[in-house]
């Protein structure tokens, strides 16, 4: 067998070699954190109960609201307020469970032990199972495993042949199917023939066929399309036995006839049979065309309508680049990404899911004799799809196919190759198959050979015989395969086609009837043998078929022959053929020549010209088809047989002139044609290495080849990079390359012949694996790979007796199914190991020659190696592996594995790469990357396989390199990600933890090796002298501490580094090294090999200096309190605290110590120098970064040893301590239970198309992986930085997942179900318990370094700040347990602590008690029940009384009660009976006053209680839920404390409505209460004197003036305590109160409210206090300019007993500016109609009185009128602004029409108007929106009256339009118009007519016809200057219309001229002193007062 053959062969089915690293899945790159394995992990989580789950959902909760209402009833029928009610009903409620044992006398530490077993038992193991992944792109350490290498196909369609039936049956029609590209101009497939004749019809031919092989008997195939388009199309050809008469004729039948008439045309039929039967006996081998047809297959597919796309998993187009990292369901796309790239039309090219569709073709066009080619098919394809297509105006032939096409399923049945082979699952060889259609794809597919194919394709083009003398009209070819001359050694291996045997001898075309220069169209296909001689050839016999029977003519006649050899020079020869015909049998030995070659005597058709076109592929495994790549292997191949001289091409090469020809055959390499070389890529690469390893003996000489081969791998390496780029992973290694190293490559055995080690020297399989440190060699995959072939000929004989049989046996020995499992697992034997052992004595060790070519090139070599140094890098790793393997080194201790020179190579090899690294990473940005990585995984590997002290010291020769580059470079940022990445991918080795641990650890010595197991064993706890050692080692980054561990101390310096706020540029790092550390962290959580809590501190140790580099970031992390409490993150240090050296954990110079230099800091060159002050402003990170870094601190806390941590905190600082409690305090917002609710609103709102469009477009941009994308997520990455104030932690910046988006939502279905959202909720809730619970772990052990070192009582409150806080925030019923019992521990340790000191927390904790009492689950409820009641016992025991705690749990009630939504007083009413419960059992106190204190609480409380029960009825009336507010504060008017807590509720509920100005009021009547207060405290002169100070901000202020008798003097205990009734309170009220006003728009407010504030700063010499209020202020003044709108105004009046209280109530409502009356009647209309029922209510729609008698008294009436501010002519004086008019406002007006005979509106002169007059209680703004009114006053006015008013406002409208500026000629004309238009109705003359043409009778009226008359004069002047004014406004156009406007006053004016000047005499007569009245007017009007 010919040695290419076997190389071929051997490389298809050799077993592959393959390593696997024991734990190498426990390592960081196979991350447990993805979903599925965490959902793993979460099973059997227990539901944590939350109370705002509880919460009941809208509906249930007003069922609940009505039965509130009435029960609520009982409590109205008594008199409000009775003791005996209250009681009667606390009486009767039931109490929760009591605690058992609370009050007896327990020591502290019992209670301590106690609650501290409580808390540890049934805790959650793992906390980052209960933490999302941080959302990152493919992370960096992670390398999918290469897609095994397997045959390649495309998209796959099952296509099934179900029947054909034409209008008659009179003989046998044969079919063929095949894809073409029109586009391309290709056919791209081969053909499929079938047979759906009857057996009938096929009896016909019995004579001529042999009986039919199975497998030629198919109907159904699959085809492969790689490059599926718009443009292919499924084409249909159909041939009959050859009979006389061209092809129209022969179709004609069928074109008339039609089935119907069958019985018609009977005898026509009869007579057509029998011709078809004569034909078939005689010429039924023959064949002609008949017809054809196309389907255009896109139109199937998209018209079949996809499926829904989650069925199958597709992946189309550029979308996924890496490999998914969830075992990708094998896709009919394989892995060929980069192949799809090209689709046009995306979506709808995709073949892989749509739904099956069945065809019924009925029409086909008949062929047409001349026009069979491709050409003319492409042709006709073309038109096929334009609407006005040729074709449709032929007449068709009718008949019926119907064919099924459907995606291919993934593992078919009884299925064939090409080759005819059965694919396995081939359960019973007599089934019809399905036939797999090989592919010819349209454009080059890159994908190496892994199976034998050795297949030939002929097709015969074209003949002309039109110049050959003789008959030889219907010709047919008959095409052979021989292997000899003779007529005899034509072979068996030209496929059949259908129903027919498998392989025969022959094949002829069909013949054209009477055409000498027919065209061809038909396919032969030929199975080539294994080895080809220079016999072997293509023998074309041309026939003349007589159809005609005649006397002695014979049936065939040959008239010309030609051949083509197969060989050319050793090559297979293929390719379009142009050949001269011979017109007699070729001479002897003719094959070796070809027929160009004029033979000597013989005669050739047409002069020996080119007559005969014929195309011949190859599609085959073993041809190259490729010169260079032929002559390198021939080259090598002669050199493995030792056979010279070597002929190649028309060479011979000697063996002296081999070596050259070698190496320019290597070189030449890179000429060869991609394509060739990607097929035999594993070959190539295979024979290169063997060259490097086995240098050849050439003349005696060796030749060393290692540089030449070197140079020619990297060479085709950087092609393959180069040109599939789609090809590639995330870290730019291609997809071939991978899997070639992974999967295929192995150490070749350096004798030649001598057998390899694989399956045929050692009888099993070869496999090696890496060794963690255990003896046990762990079993590991063997890759099988196999290949099924079945023939067709059951008796292959044992013994090979072709090179045929002899691959047929080898591969035979294989079985396969392709589903591309070709691996069994297989465990070793030590039998096995020991026949392996030094078997391989090598010549050269690849790893070694490859490590030193590497080192030595240079120049344009070098720069190819660095580009794909991953590949070298790998390679070396596997021979190294291999190689420890053969050698059995694997158990050598690891410093004598390797010798000394090979490691001076690696060491030499990788600083070098490291010094390009920092060169080059601003050039070539890309490229470094792809180097960093690969240099990180090498050394990563290298950790597995060579000495660690050895592989530590590479990683420190990198960090060194690039540290010191690092100091010189202005923006750092880049390389120190480079750093970043090198690093993570470093520590994602899976023993990291193994390579931190020390042989000797900074606790004594447990046991000398740092074996995992003997971690585990008990002696290495932390052993006693643990005091000895500094502790402060352990958690600083000291350098012992990162000597010890190196790995560790260089990921926590990273962070250190990064995270400091001094580091410019690194800002965009943030997340990538908090992710790299949360990921280690992530890992070793759920790493089974730490699960052990005692393993788990050990490995915690490495990790607690993190807590102090997170302590230094306090104050940059992401402010988590924001959200829900409006003081912000507790300060217990202040900012410059912060900055004081005493606070800082790690010094300057320690830092930069460790960053590996010892730089001073001040010498770094700045980008941008922060100023050093105190207030320095901090970056803040994103939430993101923050929740990760404090789930991170949280771990450690959890798993450290406690007695450790005690220790450290005792030697902390207040300052420090204080830091770690606020970091506490954050992370409890950060893991706050966010509740189901919020899943589903943001499940709803989170994928909006714009997210879609968005992802498709950074796709876009991110195009390739590498420099670019580096910048776009860099400036991502400060795109994430803008906090955005929601606590989701990392949901809220939904970073556009990949996985997420576009491109994979077919998997992720974008609605989470209900299951998913419990399950969120679930884990979250979890999440929330634990972290809080660490938290409150921490907080005892900080509470019990405090008792013990008693030095830092000032950290207490800290501690509890953090306890009230975590009771505040939305937490688990199981966690509040703990909690409280803890608190009640802290209250009984230290009692002054909080009754002394922390009065503010005792409030607060009070607060926090109450809201918890009023849970809705009673567990809660009974545990702050007995936390509330030992404290009040816990304040009596100290001073006697409980005043403190009484008032404070009061004020506690009044804010729970207004602020809480959700309160519900049935759980606060038996909370308050469990504490009257537990004060009657209270033995130890029964005798003092304490039972009946508590009782006179309690009552007070459920007063309170009862009283905003109304409240909630109330809830959704926003009106009167404000009056039910004002009426509560009213009550407590004379206890300040609550009537503030009032106030301030008011002033929310107004500011959460949008109403600014009423809450400004609030807060000052809350700022003017506090004044009063304090102004009896002390007298300050700058302090305002009480509320009298702000009576110019608002006249309603005086009632908070404390002048009533039962005023509470401020100094008694616990009155005016609170935080207010200070000066800072009440500076700070008014802040807020000028915010609110500010907020309204009310600048002049503003002004008035800083001008109280002023003095007060004044005095206080606060600089900067005022100059931030003159900053405001002149903000204030500069927007009074602007035009503002303020309220509108509406009168409501409320009619019916049905409303209660409101019965016979007047208000006027404030309303927001531009509020119609539509507006607030629809409101009103909506909100009572639906308390009463839409029928009850009824909306009164004029203004008049409204009379109660006559409404029905049982419906409820609204009235509804809009009313303006009014004002007196002196009060116009002072209100001179726009606000002035819209402030402090008590009148309003309306006017109504009316006539005396009760019309509204009448003639002039009848018409009367009435104006009311309302005022209020109070001034607009107030305290709230609605306000009663007080008083009602009505003026009436008469007819000539309202005439005057409406000429006045006429007369000012003109007057307006005139002297407005800029001037508005619209305007102007529109009132021009309407004073002087003649048309206008009830105009000005008309009214002058009615009213002047007569002097009137009544001497009374003479004064208003007087001044009506002189409003006319005014008015005609007015006119006057309108017009004036219009006439310099208009534009030539409007000359006319001015003209006829002046036309019109002329007119007016002479009609108004003896109106206006008739004057009335009596009026000026001289002037008498006559006492009356000046204002007569004022005594004319009727004026009606009414009270």
Request: charged content about 25%; overall charge neutral; aromatic content about 8%.
């Amino acid at each position: 067998m010919d040695p290419h053959v076997r190389d071929c062969v051997r490389s298809y089915t050799e077993d592959w070699a393959i390593v696997n690293r024991k734990y190498h899945k426990l390592g960081t790159g196979f991350n447990p954190n993805t979903l599925d394995k965490q959902k793993e992990r979460q099973k059997g989580l227990p539901k944590q109960i939350f109370e705002s789950d509880e919460a009941p959902d809208g509906n249930s909760y007003q069922d609940e609201q009505d039965d509130l209402k009435r029960r609520s009833m009982s409590i109205d029928d008594t008199p409000r307020g009775s003791w005996a009610c209250s009681i009667f009903d606390l009486k009767n409620s039931l109490p929760d469970a009591l605690l058992p044992n609370l009050l007896d006398r327990t020591p502290n530490e019992e209670i301590d032990h106690h609650n501290e077993d409580q808390r540890k038992s049934s805790r959650h193991k793992e906390l980052f199972a209960l933490h999302p992944a941080p959302d990152e792109e493919e992370p960096i350490e992670r390398l999918s495993v290469p897609e095994v290498p397997k045959e390649h196909f495309g998209q796959r369609l099952l296509v099934k042949c179900l029947s054909l039936k034409f209008e008659i049956e009179i003989e046998p029609i044969f079919a063929s199917l095949a894809l073409y590209d029109v586009k391309e101009k290709k056919k791209i497939s081969e053909n499929f023939y079938f047979d759906l004749n009857s057996e009938q019809m096929k009896g016909m031919l019995r004579p001529h066929v042999p009986p039919a092989a199975i497998s030629t008997l198919a109907r159904s195939a699959i085809f492969s399309i790689t490059y599926p388009s718009q443009d292919v199309f499924l084409v249909i050809k159909l041939e009959k036995v050859l009979q006389q008469g061209d092809i129209g004729e022969c179709a004609e039948p069928y074109m008339i006839f039609k089935e119907s008439d069958a019985a018609k045309n009977k005898e026509k039929l009869e007579k057509l049979k029998c011709q078809a039967e004569q034909f078939c006996q005689r010429l039924g081998k023959y064949r002609m065309p008949f017809a054809w047809t196309a389907i255009h297959l896109m139109n199937i597919v998209s018209s079949a309508g996809s499926l829904e796309r989650d069925s199958t998993e597709v992946e189309v187009g550029t979308g996924e680049r890496k490999g998914s990292w969830s075992e990708r369901r094998n896709s009919s796309i394989v892995g060929r990404r980069s192949l799809e790239r090209t689709t046009s039309g995306d979506e709808a090219c995709n073949l892989t899911s749509f739904r099956p569709a069945t065809l019924t073709v009925t029409n086909f066009f008949k062929q047409e004799g001349d026009r069979l080619s491709d050409e003319d098919l492409y042709k006709f394809l073309a038109d096929m799809r334009r609407p006005s297509s040729v074709l449709r105006r032929l007449r068709p032939i009718t008949a019926q196919l119907k064919i099924d096409i459907s995606p291919a399923p993934e593992n078919p049945h009884y299925c064939l190759t090409p080759e005819l082979l059965q694919v396995k699952l081939y359960p019973d060889s007599r089934v019809r198959p399905t036939r797999e259609i090989l592919e010819f794809p349209a454009r080059d597919v890159y994908i190496p050979n892994t199976t034998y194919r050795n297949l030939l394709y002929v097709y015969p083009q074209s003949l002309n015989f039109a110049n050959r003398q003789g008959s030889a009209r219907n010709i047919t070819v008959k095409v052979q395969f021989m292997y000899g001359e003779d007529p005899s050694n034509a072979m068996p291996v030209i496929f059949g086609k259908s129903s027919c045997p498998e392989f025969s001898k022959e094949a002829y075309t069909a013949v054209v009837y009477h055409n000498r220069s027919p065209d061809f169209h038909e396919e032969i296909k030929i199975k080539l043998p294994a080895t080809l001689t220079d016999h072997h050839h293509l023998l074309f016999t041309f026939y003349h078929v007589s159809c005609q029977q005649k006397q002695n003519t014979p049936l065939e006649t040959p008239v010309g022959y030609t051949w083509i050899p197969m060989l050319q020079n050793g090559r297979l020869k293929t390719g379009q053929f142009c050949l001269p015909v011979s017109l007699e049998k070729p001479p002897q030995a003719y094959s070796v020549l070809s027929p160009e070659v004029p033979l000597p005597g013989m005669k050739w058709v047409d002069n020996h010209k080119g007559v005969f076109n014929v195309e011949v592929v190859s599609v085959s495994s073993l041809h190259t088809q490729d010169p260079y790549l032929d002559k390198f292997f021939a080259l090598v191949h002669a050199l493995d047989e030792h056979m010279f001289p070597v002929r190649i091409g028309d060479m011979r090469i000697m063996e002296n002139n081999l070596e050259n020809e070698l190496k320019s055959s290597i070189s030449a390499l890179n000429s060869s044609q991609l394509e060739p070389v990607v097929r035999f890529l594993h070959l190539l690469l295979d024979k290169l290495i063997l060259l490097v390893v086995r240098p050849p003996v050439i003349a005696g000489q060796i030749v060393n080849l290692g540089q030449a081969s070197f140079e020619a791998m990297a060479s085709i390496i950087n092609r393959l990079h180069k040109n599939l780029d789609g090809n590639q992973d995330q870290h730019g290694r291609n997809s071939l390359l991978a899997s070639y190293i992974y999967y295929v490559f192995r150490l070749p055995n350096t004798y030649p012949n001598s057998p390899s080690p694989g399956p045929g020297g050692l009888g099993g399989s070869v496999h090696y694996a890496t060794m963690a440190r255990s003896a046990v060699r762990p079993a590991s995959l063997n890759l099988n790979r196999s290949r099924s072939l079945s023939n067709s000929n059951p008796d292959i004989s044992g013994t090979p007796t072709s090179p045929d049989d002899e691959v047929r046996s080898i591969i035979g020995s294989k079985a396969t199914d392709r589903s591309c499992n070709r691996m069994s697992s297989h465990t070793e034997t030590s039998s096995f190991l020991q026949t392996l052992t030094g078997r391989l004595p090598t010549k050269k060790l690849f790893h070694e020659e490859l490590a030193l070519q590497w080192v030595v090139c240079s120049g344009s070599v070098r720069e190819a190696a660095l580009q794909q140094a991953w590949f070298f890098f790998e390679l070396m790793v596997k021979s190294m592996v291999h190689h420890l393997y053969f050698a059995d080194k694997l158990d050598a201790p690891r410093k004598n594995r390797f010798p000394e020179r090979f490691m001076d190579d690696v060491t030499a090899l990788v600083s070098t790469i490291a010094g390009d690294i920092v060169s080059r990473f601003q050039k070539d940005t890309e490229m470094v990357e792809r180097l960093n990585t690969s240099l990180a995984f090498f050394l990563n590997d290298l950790l597995s396989i060579m000495d660690r002290g050895f592989v530590f010291v590479l990683i420190k020769t990198c960090y060194k390199q690039v540290s010191s580059k690092l100091y010189s470079l202005t923006n750092p940022s880049n390389l120190a990600s480079l750093r970043l990445d090198f690093l993570r991918i470093i520590c994602s080795h899976e023993h990291y933890v193994t390579l931190n641990l020390p042989c000797s650890l900074l606790t004594p010595p447990a046991s000398p090796s740092p074996s995992v197991s003997s971690a585990t064993s008990q002696s290495s706890g932390f052993s006693t002298n643990v005091q000895d050692q500094k502790i402060a080692n352990m958690f600083e980054l000291s350098v012992p501490f990162r000597q010890q561990h190196y790995l560790a101390g260089l990921v926590l310096t990273e962070l250190a580094v990064i995270l400091d706020p001094d580091a410019e540029g690194l800002f965009g790092l943030h997340k990538k090294v908090i992710n790299m550390v949360h990921n280690l962290l992530s890992s070793h959580d759920s790493d089974p090999r730490y699960s052990d809590p005692q393993v788990k501190a050990r490995v915690a140790m490495l990790y607690l200096p993190l807590i102090g580099v997170i302590m230094e970031t306090v104050p940059q992390l992401y402010d988590f309190t924001e959200s829900h409490n409006q003081r912000g993150r507790p300060s217990c240090v202040a900012a410059d605290d912060y900055e004081s050296e005493g606070g800082s954990m790690i010094s300057q110079t320690v830092a930069m110590a460790i960053a590996g230099t010892s730089v001073p800091q001040l010498t770094r060159p700045s980008s941008f120098l922060l100023t050093s002050s105190s207030g320095r402003q901090h970056s803040t990170f994103s939430t993101e970064s923050s929740r990760s870094l404090l789930i991170c601190l949280l771990w450690v806390l959890k798993n450290a040893d406690e007695s450790v941590l005690q220790k450290w905190f005792t030697d902390l600082s207040v300052l420090q301590l204080n830091r770690l409690l606020d970091l506490l305090y954050l992370c409890v917002s950060c893991f706050e239970y966010k509740g189901k609710k919020v899943f589903e609103r943001m499940n709803s709102l989170t994928f909006k198309k714009s997210k879609d469009m968005r992802a498709k477009l950074e796709e876009a941009i991110l195009g390739s992986i590498g420099a670019r994308q580096e910048m776009v997520r860099r400036s991502r990455g400060q795109l994430e930085r803008s906090p955005s104030g929601s606590a989701f932690g990392s949901q809220e910046n939904l970073r556009w997942r990949k996985d997420m988006t576009h491109w994979r939502q077919n998997t992720e279905k974008l609605d989470k179900s209900r299951a998913e959202i419990e399950h969120e909720a679930l884990i979250d809730g979890n999440l929330a318990t634990e972290a809080n619970l660490i938290i409150l772990d921490t907080l005892e052990i900080v509470v019990q370094t405090v008792s013990v070192t008693e030095s830092k009582e000032s950290i207490l409150g800290g501690v509890l700040k953090v306890l009230l806080h975590s009771m505040a925030c939305n937490q688990s019923a199981l966690y509040l347990q703990h909690c409280f019992a803890t608190q009640r521990a802290l209250v009984s340790k230290f009692p002054e602590l909080l009754f002394e000191e922390e009065t503010e927390q005792c409030a607060d904790l009070c607060l926090r008690l109450l809201r918890h009492c009023s849970s809705s689950i009673s567990t809660i409820r009974s545990h702050a029940s007995a936390s509330l009641y030992l404290l009040m016992r816990q304040n009596f025991e100290i001073g006697n009384n409980f005043a403190r705690v009484k008032m404070q749990v009061t004020m506690s009630l009044s804010s729970l009660v207004g602020t809480s939504q959700n309160f519900n007083e049935e759980f606060l009413r038996r909370s308050l009976k469990t504490i009257l419960t537990y004060a009657e059992e209270d033995l130890e106190l029964r005798e003092t006053t304490f039972p009946d204190q508590v009782q006179d609480l309690v009552f007070n409380l459920h007063m309170i209680l009862s009283d905003t029960v109304k409240m909630k009825e109330h809830q959704e009336d926003p009106e009167m839920l404000i009056d039910l507010m004002y009426r509560i504060a009213k009550g407590y008017q004379n206890s300040p404390d609550l009537r503030l807590t009032w106030l301030q509720n008011m002033a929310g509920k107004h500011s959460e409505r949008s109403n600014h100005a009423e809450s400004a009021q609030c807060l000052v009547h809350s700022a003017a209460l506090v004044a009063e207060y304090l102004s009896m405290l002390e007298d300050r002169k700058y302090l305002p004197v009480g509320c009298v100070t702000f009576q110019n901000i608002s006249s309603n202020v005086l009632e908070e003036s404390a002048v009533s008798d039962d005023v509470v003097s401020p100094d008694e205990e616990g009155i005016c305590s609170g935080k207010y009734f200070t000066e800072a309170g009440l500076v700070g009220l008014l802040e807020q109160a000028a915010a609110s006003f500010s907020m309204a728009g009310m600048y002049e407010a503003v002004n008035e409210v800083y001008k109280v504030l002023i003095p007060i700063h004044e005095a206080n010499r606060d600089a900067k206090k005022l100059s931030t209020i003159h900053g405001k202020l002149q903000e204030a003044f500069s927007k009074i300019v602007h035009q503002r709108m303020f309220g509108t105004y509406f009168r409501v009046g409320f009619y019916g007993t049905k409303f209660g209280d409101l019965d016979e109530q007047e208000f006027v409502y404030k309303e927001p500016a531009i509020t119609k009356l539509a507006e607030i009647s629809h409101r009103l209309e909506g909100f009572y109609g639906e308390r009463f029922g839409e029928d009850v209510l009824e909306v009164i729609k004029d203004s008049n009185p409204v009379d109660k008698c006559k409404l029905d008294p049982n419906k409820a009436y609204i009235q509804i009128t809009y009313v303006e501010p009014y004002f007196d002519t002196y009060e116009m004086k002072d209100r001179i602004t726009y606000f002035d008019k819209n402030y402090n406002l008590r009148r309003f007006m309306y006017c109504t029409p009316f006539t005396l005979d009760g019309r509204a509106h009448g003639e002039l002169h009848e018409q009367f108007k009435r104006k009311t007059i309302l005022t209020t209680s109070h001034a607009f703004p107030y305290i709230k929106t609605r306000i009663n009114v007080i008083h009602k006053e009505e003026i009436i006015l008469t007819p000539i009256e309202v005439a005057i008013e409406d000429m006045q406002k006429k007369t000012q409208e003109l007057a307006f339009a005139t002297h407005q500026d800029p001037a508005d000629p619209k305007m102007l004309q529109m009132v021009l118009q309407g004073s002087v238009g003649t048309t206008v109705n009830q105009g000005p003359l008309e009214v002058a007519q009615v009213f002047l043409s007569e002097i009137p009778n009544d001497p009374k009226l003479f004064r208003h016809h007087n001044k009506l008359r002189l409003c006319f004069k005014d008015f005609t002047k007015r006119c006057e200057d309108a017009l004036r004014k219009n006439k310099s406004l208009i534009g030539p156009d409007q000359k006319e219309y001015q003209r006829e406007l002046e036309r019109n006053y002329h007119r007016l004016k002479e009609a108004l001229q003896p109106l206006i000047n008739r004057k009335i005499p009596q009026l000026y007569k001289a002037v008498l002193p006559v006492a009356c009245h000046r204002d007569s007017f004022s005594r004319m009007s009727l004026r009606k007062m009414d009270i």
